[in-house]
T-cell receptor, first 112, second 114 residues
Framework: ETGVTQTPRHLVMGMTNKKSLKCEQH?????MYWYKQSAKKPLELMFV???????ENNSVPSRFSPECPNSSHLFLHLHTLQPEDSALYLC???????????FGPGTRLTVL | DQQVKQNSPSLSVQEGRISILNCDYT??????FLWYKKYPAEGPTFLIS?????DKNEDGRFTVFLNKSAKHLSLHIVPSQPGDSAVYFC?????????????FGKGTKLTVNP
């Protein structure tokens, strides 16, 4: 596999469920990101990890919990979400700013 | 307060003509700008970038122009092709910050008609 992969591609969950989104990058990058894209809104940066260390938490509610066990893998653990959290969640990675960030296909999350 | 603005939510052009997508920013600390293209059900794909030390960068059919005094950049696609139909996002960053955080616009949906 090449590039940035995300699983699952689609997820429907209830407000009391606990689920996790997974991201894997095969590009040898050192930084990984979680973004949220809601309808008619700009992409919102949620978390940044650089060499497995979290360097940015963009005021994200604690019901979203990221985990970065190594430079190639990034998780987003979800619990007690709200319907307004329904969105497309995108993972990205980068080596540096030359060429920008490479994005995964996203996970379409629906919270009922 | 939106720091990166794409004021046209959609644009429609004929195949073979030029597509011009515009982007404005407010933060004078931004010094690196990128354009991403996104097809439905896929993540954004990097297209082209420009550093603030330049005012133009060209890559094949795609050219990005930067006007620092106006805090404005534009993406020109010529000639436009039906496969260029997608949502185009402008993004900006301040490389002095060190966190590689990109700020995105809301996107412009480009439709190229055959």
């Amino acid at each position: 596999e090449t590039g940035v992969t995300q699983t699952p591609r689609h997820l429907v969950m209830g407000m009391t469920n606990k689920k996790s989104l997974k991201c894997e990058q095969h590009l040898g990058h050192n930084a990984m990101y979680w973004y949220k894209q809601s309808a008619k809104k700009p992409l919102e940066l949620m978390f940044v990890y650089n060499f497995k260390e979290q360097t940015e938490n963009n005021s994200v509610p604690s019901r979203f919990s990221p985990e970065c066990p190594n430079s190639s893998h990034l998780f987003l653990h979800l619990h007690t979400l709200q319907p307004e959290d329904s969105a497309l969640y995108l993972c990205a990675s980068s080596q540096n700013l030359v060429g920008g960030q490479f994005f995964g296909p996203g996970t379409r999350l629906t919270v009922l | 307060d939106q720091q990166v603005k794409q004021n046209s939510p959609s644009l429609s052009v004929q195949e073979g003509r030029i597509s011009i997508l515009n982007c404005d920013y407010t933060n004078s600390m931004f010094d690196y700008f990128l354009w991403y293209k996104k097809y439905p059900a896929e993540g954004p794909t990097f297209l082209i970038s420009i550093s603030s030390i330049k005012d133009k960068n060209e890559d094949g059919r795609f050219t990005v122009f930067l006007n620092k005094s106006a805090k404005h950049l534009s993406l020109h696609i010529v000639p436009s092709q039906p496969g260029d139909s997608a949502v185009y996002f402008c993004a900006a960053d301040s490389t002095q910050g060190g966190s590689e955080k990109l700020v995105f616009g809301k996107g412009t949906k480009l439709t190229v008609n055959p």
